[in-house]
């Protein structure tokens, strides 16, 4: 479902080039939920933010349900992120200004759903997520994990096919952290979506199905999926 191919990347500082990814090669299945596992300065939000389209690799190719994101042209690239691509931020990013429904429903608004369908799905999904009777709140009015709820939810509404988070319960205490997480995993299996979320913490990581860790820019841990792992063993299942 998901392909990083020998991805590098460097930015420029004044006149000089760093490289903070190197050589980076792994796959992720089909509802699949993997955790990306690093210190700080690892470069885990660089490699989340190639993979969701948000910034170009300066080498390799990025393949999401069989297209290259990094080939792409703007215009191309902006409607399959729209169609494909949910994202969950640390500090949740909802608009100030809209309650929590209307936040939730925002992707949709860009596309052809009429408001009557947009508000039913953003209804259920507040469900899912645990806080159906937020819906007429603004975000202001709500605890941090639940504007991490509310986040989830947005990220749902166009059904993405991948759906990456980057240290979405770092704001958090450690108990909402344990509540967000559970929350995470039980999407993850009602609704087969794949999720990459990335964490510095190792407890976080190991709820997840498989972890890919950086270290200084380097994939240093690569395991095989479940389903790889029983064929490399050559058993008949
Ligand atoms: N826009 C940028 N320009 C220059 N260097 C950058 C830029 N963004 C990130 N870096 C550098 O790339 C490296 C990796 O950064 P990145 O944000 O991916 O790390 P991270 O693993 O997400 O860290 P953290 O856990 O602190 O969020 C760091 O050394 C950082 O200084
Ligand atoms: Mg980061």
């Known amino acids: 479902m998901l392909r990083v191919e020998n991805i590098k990347h460097s930015f420029k500082t004044g ?6 990814l190197h050589d980076i090669n792994f796959t ?12 700080s300065g690892s470069g885990k939000s660089t490699m989340l ?11 390799g190719h990025i393949y999401i349900a069989g297209h290259d994101i990094v080939q792409m042209g703007e ?3 902006a409607e399959f992120r729209r169609k494909h691509i949910g994202f969950i931020f640390q500090a949740y990013e909802l608009i100030t200004s809209l309650t929590v429904r209307e936040n ?6 860009f596309q052809s759903v009429s408001p009557s369908v ?14 159906p009777d937020k819906a007429d709140l603004f975000p202001s009015q709500l605890s941090g994990g639940q504007q991490q709820r509310v986040s989830i939810a947005r990220s749902l509404i166009t059904e993405p096919s991948v759906i990456f988070a980057d240290e979405p319960t770092g704001n958090l205490d450690t108990r909402t952290e344990e509540e967000i997480i559970a929350i995470l995993l039980k999407l993850n299996q009602t609704l087969k979506t794949t999720f990459i979320v990335v964490t510095h913490e190792l407890e976080v990581a190991e709820q997840m199905q498989r972890t890919f860790s950086l270290r200084d ?7 095989p999926a479940a389903a790889d792992a029983k064929s490399a063993e050559g058993g008949t299942g």
């Open 15 to 20: 006149n000089e080039w760093t490289t903070v």
């Open 28 to 39: 992720v299945n089909k509802g699949e939920m993997v955790a990306l596992l690093g210190s």
């Open 49 to 59: 933010n190639l993979m969701a389209g948000l910034m170009k690799p300066t080498e």
């Open 75 to 77: 215009n191309k690239l």
């Open 104 to 109: 939730v429903e925002l992707p949709l608004v």
């Open 118 to 131: 947009r508000k039913q799905k953003a209804l259920a999904l507040l469900e899912q997520v645990g806080i």
């Open 217 to 223: 820019g380097y994939l240093i841990n690569n395991p």
